[in-house]
């Protein structure tokens, strides 16, 4: 069966920090993967989504980036961390080659302070 | 760019009664359309979904229905019980360059008053 592992569940970082979250899927080859950020209270935005190694397609401009190593990994990165971009990120896949249900990982809370 | 509406924002039930959350898109290429359900503190999961084939559709007391020409498409919870309370996300998704992308709402709280 398939899973998805999202790490680490919550994180505490200061402004102008890095950052580096990391997804990864398993049981599946070539998955559509997804990063979203759900705001306190707030719907799920999307913030990349990729159909393969190297292919990542961007939603929103911002000092966030992905990138996407190896088939079934999605890292979510930043260089310099602002307030705003505290949240709940949820890294999702789905079955490649068609639109079907995605599957989130446990989601990780970060907060910039 | 790309949007999804979702109305309202709270809603709130006698146990029993039926709910009854709407949304309306902007992409005209959209043609997958899940509805997810999120319970306090935990992951989004399907609850049902519709493709733009298919004008309603069914699933014990869910039910979805689809309107492509207006863009909406809405979710029927008949029979509300206490744990259906949750947040609902309705989306859209469709398929560019890029892959395929689902466009998410707002979200909707569902209080069912026992």
């Known amino acids: 069966s398939q899973t998805i592992h999202q790490w680490p569940a919550t994180l505490v970082q200061p402004v102008g920090s890095p950052l580096s979250l990391e997804c990864t899927v398993e049981?599946?080859?070539?998955?559509?993967l997804y990063w979203y950020r759900q705001a306190a209270g707030r719907g799920l935005q999307l913030l990349f989504y990729?159909?393969?190694?190297?292919?990542i397609s961007s939603e929103v401009p911002q000092n966030l980036s992905a990138s996407r190593p190896q088939d079934r990994q999605f890292i979510l990165s930043s260089k310099k961390l602002l307030l705003s971009d505290s949240g709940f990120y949820l890294c999702?896949?789905?079955?490649?080659?068609?639109?079907?249900?995605?599957?989130f990982g446990q989601g990780t809370r970060l907060t910039v302070v | 760019g790309e949007n999804v509406e979702q109305h309202p924002s709270t809603l709130s039930v006698q146990e029993g009664d039926s709910a009854v959350i709407k949304c309306t898109y902007s992409?005209?290429?959209?043609?997958?359309f899940p509805w997810y359900k999120q319970e306090l503190g935990k992951r989004p999961q399907l609850i049902i979904d519709?493709?733009?084939?298919?004008g309603e559709k069914k699933d014990q007391r869910i039910a979805v229905t689809l309107n492509k020409t207006a863009k909406h498409f809405s979710l029927h919870i008949t029979e509300t019980q206490p744990e259906d309370s949750a947040v609902y996300f309705c989306?859209?998704?469709?398929?560019?360059?890029?892959?395929?992308?689902?466009?998410f709402g707002a979200g909707t709280r569902l209080f069912v008053k026992a």
């Open positions: 999702a896949w789905s079955v490649p080659g068609t639109h079907t249900e995605a599957f």
């Open positions: 049981g599946t080859s070539n998955p559509n």
């Open positions: 990729s159909v393969g190694i190297g292919q």
């Open positions: 992409d005209s290429a959209s043609n997958y």
């Open positions: 519709i493709r733009s084939n298919v």
């Open positions: 989306a859209a998704g469709s398929l560019n360059t890029g892959g395929f992308k689902t466009i």
